[in-house]
């Protein structure tokens, strides 16, 4: 699956440190740019201030001593050095998204299409920059073109390439109707179609402007965050601010520094400096998956979602149905049911018509009159009488072509079929009518129902398969069961929603009795038969009111409302553009299956942000009570009680800057990456973190200052 | 001038009637009430339960009183209050030796008294203490000869 | 009322109130039931009386009986030493107990509406003021007074007695018994979480609290309306699961108080206790009273191990163990909020409490509610040896005179009123400093939690299933671990440099 997209998005290791990459991150340094990040800021002054004590310790008397020249130096280089890392992590964020923004911008590169003008009546190709296209214009598509902006087709059918886009190496065809999206190309035929979108609206371009923007506006749970860190920031300002006040008033002679030290520890440095590139990577990270979001917030909403609304068809199962049995009403036997299959399927391109030929190739019912498929006459489906089939006319000897050409050649005979009208087509005597469809649809049009039709089906219904009824000149021969064939994992991809607490609900238009059965396999509790595209929008709106948090998925124009109002709503690519334009993400695979990795993406995302703030300030609280303790145990003897891991105040101050400031580059690989996790419910979830960045959080520090200052004491 | 006035009535006014209402009721009603069924039911704790040595009053059974002669116990004065009216039985006790040679009352005869006023055992939280009043009154009623000054 | 409006209504009510009690305690000197003529209050006393009672605080820069209490045949009054006349203790102090624990109560209840489902507004300040006195504070204040009064707590009008002492044969000593309007204001007192006595020493005096049964009832009825108060929380919301995090959280930390107490020995009757209550009581008792921000007294804090002053500090600094009446439930209720904030955090969700999502708003408010209290509590601890203040009336800087001036803002922060300073820190900078630092410490968290609360009206309520379950003992636990870590962040260091460095000096030296 390794396609030209997912090379573009990936950003090569190699050039991960690139210099200009250093020399933007020393250019953050200056204390204007740093506004954005008050905690670095605050880190920075402090630097100040310990540098001038470096410089001049004769002008803090009480609080500095000139012994300690040195010492200053290096506590003013560390700082320095805490503030470089949270600004080369700033710059790498943002390097890694502008390479996204560069690659992404490619597929929308400046192409010249093919502007149709339509003056006095007769119509004049323009070549006109791609950019310039607005809403409406049309365009024309030759052999070898690339899409230049997002489009419908009008006229003509077309095969186009959208591998660069999904990564399906697969051509597509494009008729009438189809969008084309921009960046594909055409490998055959002409296409005419209407533009629909601005150069600057279209996904690609929602993406870039995203990634690009560097005042990406906060989610709300980066904004509650962000409230942590200042309410964490406050406190200890106040904190130290007092022990200052105290330290001097009570004559305990702490050094400025190690104040100054103290305090830097404390601040949340951590979460502070990987904050925007966690926000940055759970977007980079859904891009690996080849969704589109149109805002970080989706992403995160995702993460909160109570009900999902599942596709039966593409999400649970395979697509469509596999036929898997024959079943001959008496007078006729199972090769009868199967080459009466094998003949009404022979134009069906659908995945389930296939299914049947396979079946019936297989059981060995291959007909003879095979060789007059070529001249039979075509019914079409229509989704009126829900039926289709075939009607041969009498003659034999033509030997059938490996594959049945294109569908264009086969449908040449094609014609509506309207049973309904009374009589319907006359059949000849040499001629042969074969028609398959839904049981009730079928038992409309036969002469008479065989006795143990309804019987038949409702088994098949009850078993969660589907009946395909089948009769051949007006007269039911059999039935065809065809079984959903589930999704690998899908069991446990819906066992790991319910984990979590999240409802699924499984959308579908068999009838009840399949909808259940299917629903029970899966372990789904709710589902909705019979579905019309009307009841996705009544659901969405019923959990909404009750104030759940939605995600679906859609793809029809019939979707599109229902889209527009879930709180997730994933468009397929393959889907109409109103159901593109309403939803806030779009998977470019098509795959409606994707929903639920979403959902577990925004989880992972704004658990990647919990774990990476509890860790930070588990360390903070580590560090307060490895610091703490030292620097009373040097001021006041006897409170040397509470020194417990032994440490020289000095280096004990040097070693926790250390640890400090070389945490922040350890975790960038984890704010990238996210956390993994189990899914469980949220006591559980809460309880792991606390155990592995809690408790970790406090363990690591203390660990890692005690080395520190062991590596230092030994230099 | 207009709005002032009725903002005054409309925000301010039920607040100034609400505090010279409640300032009447729980400053004044309240403790005037309590006091007068106090008196009426309880006057004699109401009044600072006061001791009565022949019929003269002499001080109160919860307030330390000072005694600095030998021949008394004598109260602590280092307590919270500064008038803690009782002392440990082991503080009794320790000034058997003291009275006992200033008044020559044996000391088995100290002993027994002390007992007798012993009180306050709460389970197993509370010690045993001695009220220092109501011991040195029952000195003086039991022993007439050793305290004759104080009849 | 939305929050806004009850919130005002409350506070213009209060001021009110104060500024009555202001004109009773500066002119005292020349109005009626003032037998033994003490003259009126300083205006920096008397102002920071005021604010003292009417912000439920209660902490005393007086002595009720002026300085009788230091001479035990006291015949007369010290010029220059304040004492309260017998209308002042009741106009003033009792009155403003009274009043204040009234506030605390329809504060914490307009609270709650917020929180529960189609509420409207908060409520109307003025009734549910009027029913808090009148169908609560007097009902029991009434029957517990007489109780008060059956146990030997006097209640009287006329003056101070004086008599010849038992001795006087021999020594023509007299005797003043300090006796007066006392059960009805105790009664208040301790039921109001107040905390301010009718004698300097508090409940520690005899008449104050004349036996262990009349201790143990003071107790009980310390801890009656803040425990109810956490019932009356899931009652209202009508979820009674709810009040589970309040009522297990709060009484672990009270547990956590007892443990920090009692842990370095028993104790023992020692100086500076009462034989009356013995070791026990009297620390339980200080564990108690500062569990519930009452402040009451039934020992002299400098006769306490530095360990039980350490849990005096810690019922101090977190206010909901469970706190005064009132304020300890919406102190609660804020760090549950946090709480479930940081869970949700944690577990990749976003937080949700009752239903409702807390907001970054939310977070905001409750942060500043908890934000104000280290910043009222250690600048003016610094202040006040800066100044010199504390040297003027000295206390030294050393960990003893540290502990004594933290204590004493810590106390006036958390609207306790327990202190080890006492009529000692009248002077205008500690009477001034501990006048806003009280003002500030019960109207701004008051004034949060209220908009906090109002700010949940008509908020969309989530049925979900799949949040955080507050009404489980897990949850309950780290409630407090969250709690702890908050208050330990915060004052540790301050901590260290008093009760802490006092016990390893105690140690190092002997007690």
Redesign the interface.
Known sequence: MSTRFIKMMSVRRTTLVSRKVLIDSLVRLSPLRLTANPVMLIVEITFLIVMAMALDPEAFPRLASSSLQIFYLEVALILLITVWFSTLSDSLAESQAKNTANSLRRLEMEVSSKKILIEAGSRRIALTPSRELRTGDLILLEKNDTVPIDAQVLEGIAMVDESLLTGESTAVRKAPGDDVIGGSQVLSDTLTAKVTVNPDETFINQMIRMVESSKRPKTPNEQAVTIVLIGLTAIFTILIGALLGVSLVLSLAADLSVLIALYVCLLPTTIGALLPSIGLSGISRLYKEKIVAKSGRAVETAGDTDVILLDKTGTITVGNRQAVEFLPFSGFDERDVGEAAFLASWHDDTPEGRSLIRLAYEDGFVPKEMNALDASEVYEFSASTRTSGVKLAGGTGFMLPKSGGTGRERGRLRRKFEPHVEGGVPIGSDETEIIKGAPDAIKKIVKSIPADYDKTVQEISAAGDTAMALSRNREAIGIVRLRDVLKPDIREKIMAVKVMGIRPVMITGDQPLTAKSIAAEVGIDEYKPEAKPEDKYDIVKREQAEMRIVAMIGDGTNDAPALAMADVGLAMNSGTQAAKEAANMVDLESNPAKIIEVVMLGKQLLMTRGAVTTFSIANDVAKYFAIMPVLFASTVPELKALNVLGLGLNTAVLSALIFNAIIIPLLIPLAMRGVTFKPSGTMTLFLKNTMIYGFGGVIVPFVGIKLIDVAISLL | MLNLKREFRQ??G???R???I??V????V??L???G???VF?PS??????VQ?HG?????S????????PI?FHP?N???????????VQ?ARSQIPRISSATSISSDMLKQIVNQNEE?T?WI???P?VNV?RI??AL?QTNSSAYR??Q | MDWKEYF??AL??NI??M???FVIFAFQGVLPLNPQGFPGLSWDLAFMQVISFGTNTNLQHYNGEGNC??L??CAALTPGVPGLSYLSQ???V??L???SAATGICAAVAMIRGFVAHSKDLGNF?VD??RS?TRIL?PL??VA??VF??????????GY?V?????????R?T?T???G?V???VS?MQLGTNGGGY?G?NS????QN???ASDIFQIFLMLLIPTTLCFVFGQLIGKKRETRPILWGAYALFALDLLIAFTPNFP??G??????F????SVFWTVVTTAVTTGS????LS?LNPFVILSAFNGMLIQATPGGKGVGVMYMVMFIILTVFIVGLMSGRTPEYLGLKITARDVKLVMIAFLVHPVIVLVPTVLAYSTGATSAIGVGPNSIGFTKIFYEFTSAAANNGSDFLGASANTPFFNISTAIVMFLGRFAPIGLLLSLGGSMINRKRLTTEAGVRTDSPLFALILVGSILVLALLTFFPFLALGPILEFFQGRMNGF
């Open positions: 925000i301010y039920p607040a100034v609400l505090a010279v409640s300032v009721l729980c400053g004044l309240f403790p009430v309590i006091t069924i106090a008196q309880l704790q109401a009044n600072g339960s006061l040595l003269r009053n002499v001080g109160s919860l307030i330390a009183q000072n005694f600095s002669l008394f602590r280092d307590s919270a209050s500064g008038v803690d009216p009782d002392i440990t503080d306050g709460f939280f509370g010690n203490y009043l040195n009154l003086i000054a104080f | 005002l209504a213009i009510v009110f109130q500024a009555l009690a209490v230091q035990p045949n009741m106009m003033a009792q009155f107990q009274f009043t003025y003021f009027t006195l007097f204040c009434f007074s007489l009064v059956g146990l030997g707590v006097p209640q009287t009008l006329t007695q008599f010849f002492t038992v001795e006087s044969a021999a020594t000593a005797q018994i300090l006796v309007p059960a009805s204001l208040i004698y020493a520690a005096y005899p008449f004349p036996n262990p023992v009757v100086p500076g206790m009462e034989v009356r013995g070791g026990f009581f007294v039934n020992a002299s006769g």
